[in-house]
């Protein structure tokens, strides 16, 4: 799977399939609280609370087809409430402010011997992912040099540091420093510390020589989701042109094969990892999905019917029609649920 493609941390989304509820490369599950109550719209089932270094997955003991699974970039807030529900009557809720084109409210209670452990473990994996978006995302003009050297994130080796580069984005260039690690590319220009560009592997479309107006050049092109750029950098002589092309190349591919997300979080769990990921796929992995997607509106925060979305053409209706939320497709829409 392109890396581009990733939408678990992006994304809200309801009612998945078991393939989608199964953890992805470089997704690792960090804890598991079970007998967790979806207290807003499960009608008082109790499931399984899962959280991984890209979101937070919740699924009915009961009905695996009946889950939720929250990007961690979707996430606004998390609070703390007294709510009542129906297994635990007045107790602790967790309370997660997600916001995916439309506003969600959702709130998880269970005992009270778990919930401390429920709350800690979804703060620290949420603080360790926010810290760490220079592993995931193109950054520019931010704070990455220190004395005109580079700070190394977590895990983060220097593979090369190449002087004499040319950053072709304006006319006349800036000349600067390329850093290749093991996570990213970073250009530098040599005058101003604060001009600079960071690309994750994890970010990037290809990595290829192309022509450009001033020669042949690095093409370095990043996703859609960080506004599809196309950067160029100019590398003199071309054979260290070539050489930075296949180094980077190689490293590009690496990643794609075996992503690291950069959320580096230990949680203090008994369970080891192979056993709650074991428990866990052989719970989900033989399911049918029995439901059409019908769980989306009891999570607007605001008790609303969702907003408009933006009108697209349907090729198959043959006319124009509002986009379908995540994880819903035409023929969802025709399997309305008998009484």
Not at 258 to 272: A, E, M, Q, R, T
Not at 326 to 335: M, P
Request: glycine share 4%.
């Amino acid at each position: 799977m392109a890396t581009s493609l990733v939408w678990q941390h992006r994304q809200t989304r309801f009612d998945l399939s078991s393939r989608d509820l199964q953890t992805i490369n470089g997704e690792n599950i960090l804890d598991v609280i079970k007998l967790v109550e979806d207290v807003k719209a499960a009608n008082g089932q109790t499931g399984y609370f899962i959280v991984t270094n890209l979101r937070v997955i919740w699924h009915s003991q009961q009905t695996p087809s009946k889950n939720i699974s929250i990007g961690f970039q979707c996430f606004m807030k998390i609070e703390t409430s007294t709510k009542r529900s129906i297994h635990y009557a007045t107790s602790e809720s967790l309370i997660i402010y997600a916001n995916d084109k439309n506003r969600f409210q959702f709130i998880f209670t269970t005992n009270q011997t778990q919930f401390p452990r429920m709350v800690s473990s979804l703060n620290a994996v949420y603080k360790a992912f926010t810290s760490s978006s220079l592993c995931r995302e193109l950054k520019l003009r931010t704070n990455l040099m220190r004395n005109y050297e580079l700070m190394l994130l977590p895990k983060e080796e220097i593979c090369d540091k190449i002087n004499g580069v040319w950053n072709l984005s304006c006319d006349q260039g800036n000349l600067g420093l390329l850093y290749i690690t093991n996570i990213r590319a970073v250009w530098n220009a040599e005058t101003n510390k604060n001009f600079n560009i960071s690309i994750p592997y994890l970010d990037m479309e290809f990595v290829k020589i192309q022509q450009s107006k001033y020669g042949l050049a690095l093409s370095i092109a990043v996703s859609e989701l960080s506004g599809g750029y196309l950067l160029g950098f100019r590398v003199d002589p071309q054979e260290k042109l070539k050489q930075v092309a296949k180094v980077l190349d190689s490293l590009f591919q690496a990643s794609k094969i075996k992503p690291d997300f950069g959320v580096h979080c230990k949680i203090n769990s008994k369970v080891s990892n192979t056993e709650l990921k074991d428990e866990i796929l052989e719970i989900i992995e033989y399911y049918q999905k029995e439901e059409p997607l019908d769980a989306f509106a009891a999570y607007l925060s605001d008790g609303t019917k969702m907003q408009g979305r933006e009108l697209e053409f349907c090729d198959h209706l043959g006319l124009a029609m509002e986009k379908l939320p995540s994880g819903l497709t035409l023929q969802d829409l025709w399997n309305v649920p008998s009484c």
